[in-house]
């Protein structure tokens, strides 16, 4: 199975365009379980968005030897176009990747290794209440258990190790997606995983599948709780949250930003801010937040400066406010 290997441009390709592939296929799954952290049902359509910007930006550009700046674009179109929580943390692990694989050619152990836990720093830091139980344990349990298979290696490298990395991290998330159900009590009470971390596992098997010539099979997920073809529709029949979910632009500078985090805690929750690019000494951030009124949010955010790309959305129809 070795030759068949993709650890290039080709890798990354294929990668984005299973990804986008199974997020459209598993989309209605994947919002039928949404209950965290509103009971919103979008979860699957948002990763689905968000990655479907991300292989269009990438798909329109030449091809490119450098894994780091091929995914940089990427995470940074996915945050351009990213709708919802976990849309937004899936752009962020693209370019935490990204940062990490700058100026690599070939995607390694090593570097995969270190592109998952850069990954991880990024979406921890972008999170305002970080909490177990979610995508981030998934990645973190992945990002771990690469760094382990690279620190006991024993001799074994290239491309062998590659793919030992590729399964023990893949084996670790999965192990990470079934433990949700168990750590938060949203979960627990519907008795279901995190959609999030199904949405970020089914977003790393993708990788597995696009380096490794594996085929993606359906039936790994049908084990997961609530998850499966025959379980019921949760989301539609949990709590509905009173309230809007705002995501907007803004260009600020890193110390502004940071008051600006404070402020919006203070009103609302679900806070995601991340940088998308730098323009001049400030930074364009990327902002998801959950308010009871838009204008809430929107006027913090404008004492910085000017809105830009808003998008409000209710938390209770899943319409647009």
Partial sequence: MTQRYRTGYSAVLEWLRIAVRELGNHSDRLNAINVFPVADGDTGSNMYRTARAALDEVEARPESKDLGALLTVAGRAGLEAAHGNSGTLLAVVLVGAGEALDGEHNLTAENFAKALDTARVRAWSALSEPVPGTMLS???????AAARTVARAEGEQGRALLGHSLVEARRAAYGAVLATT???????AARVVDAGAVGLYLFMDALFCAVTGREFDDEDYEPLQGYGIGDPEIAS???QEEGVEVMCTVTATPLDAATLRATLD???DS?????VNPVGEAFRWRIHVHVPEAGTALDAVGRYGEPGEVS???????EDA
């Fill in 237 to 239: 029949h949990a709590p």
């Fill in 271 to 275: 806070v995601v801010m991340t940088p």
């Fill in 138 to 144: 998934v990645l973190e349990s992945a990002a771990q």
């Fill in 266 to 268: 203070s009103v609302g």
């Fill in 182 to 188: 168990e750590q938060l009590d949203q979960l627990a």
């Fill in 312 to 318: 409000v959305t209710s938390l209770c129809t899943h």
